[in-house]
């Protein structure tokens, strides 16, 4: 089967959140195309929704590399970090990213959940205000957000 039908496929069943279906397609891609950027993006978001961390940060990782203008790529790696390495991998890739990204509220939130998981209370209110501040959906986040935790606690001792 062509390549971009196999994508094709593989993109549809990943859009009907049949995720086994889509890695299954993607087993079937040729390894001279590997390289391909359309391939390593579905090989990325399949690892994701299988919660692949291992498998997904080298992914992540090239594609934020090879397009560093698009923050979800960052994003997705920091996350993956996060999961398979620690917390502070994960803030190291999003103190990079923040430099190209200064007014992507997602990065603001999540450095701001890294900083409140270190304790850096004062950090982590300045950059969820931030985040806010850009976007205002991640105020319902912060509600709920686990990694916050400590900061809405130490904001109701108060």
């Not at 999003?94 to 990065?107: D, G, R, V």
Request: proline fraction near 4%; glycine fraction near 4%.
């Amino acid at each position: 089967m062509q390549l971009k039908w196999l994508l094709s496929h593989a993109r549809g069943y990943l859009e009907l959140g049949m995720v086994t279906e889509a890695a299954n397609e993607l087993e079937s891609v040729p390894a001279s195309a590997d390289g391909q950027f359309d391939v390593r993006v579905l090989r990325a978001l399949v690892s994701q929704e299988q919660k692949h961390w291992v498998r997904l940060v080298p992914l992540a990782a090239g594609l934020a590399r090879e397009k560093p203008d698009d923050a979800g790529w960052w994003i997705m790696w920091a996350y993956a970090v996060r999961r398979a390495e620690s917390l502070a991998a994960a803030e190291k890739i999003l103190l990079e990213a923040e430099t190209n990204h200064p007014k992507e509220a997602t990065i603001q939130f999540n450095l701001g959940c890294y900083a409140c998981q270190r304790g850096d209370l004062a950090t982590a209110r300045e950059r969820v205000d931030r985040a806010i501040a850009l976007d205002s959906h991640f105020r319902e986040v912060a509600v709920t957000d686990p990694d916050l935790a400590p900061l809405r606690e130490s904001e109701t001792k108060h």
